[in-house]
């Protein structure tokens, strides 16, 4: 069974980092497009980044370019998400995704993803 594991999330202090990871077992992670979404309490989850199959181009929101860095490890089927400089507004539930889609379509579109993890927590406080 294709299954996503994140792990990685905690609490951290204004301007620190957390390094999240989302661990694929069941298949093979190069078939895949991986995202990570975030979701707040009562609201739609929301694209952070994407990296891409065949070594395309990955992408980030806009809340998070320049921060934040995925990366992705086909021979240890694991996806990091690197996240610096954090703020007060990146506190809420993290999950990773995996999909097959072309690459003409918007990957921010959670619809496309057909796998999804748990969740993992980032709180950012002081």
């Known amino acids: 069974q294709f299954q996503l594991v994140e792990s990685g999330g905690g609490l951290v202090q204004p301007g620190g980092s957390l390094r999240l990871s989302c661990s694929v077992s069941g298949d093979t992670l190069d078939y895949y497009d991986i995202a990570w979404f975030r979701q707040a309490p009562g609201k739609e989850r929301v694209g952070v980044s994407y990296?891409?199959?065949?070594?395309?181009?990955?992408d980030y929101a806009d809340s998070v370019r320049g921060r934040f860095t995925i990366s992705r490890d086909n021979a240890n089927n694991t996806v990091v998400l690197q996240m610096n400089s954090l703020k007060t507004a990146d506190t809420t539930v993290y999950y990773c995704a995996a999909g097959t889609f072309p690459s003409g379509q918007s990957w921010t579109q959670s619809p496309l993803y057909s796998v999804w993890g748990q969740g993992t927590q980032v709180t950012v406080s002081s």
């Open positions: 990296t891409p199959t065949n070594g395309r181009r990955a």
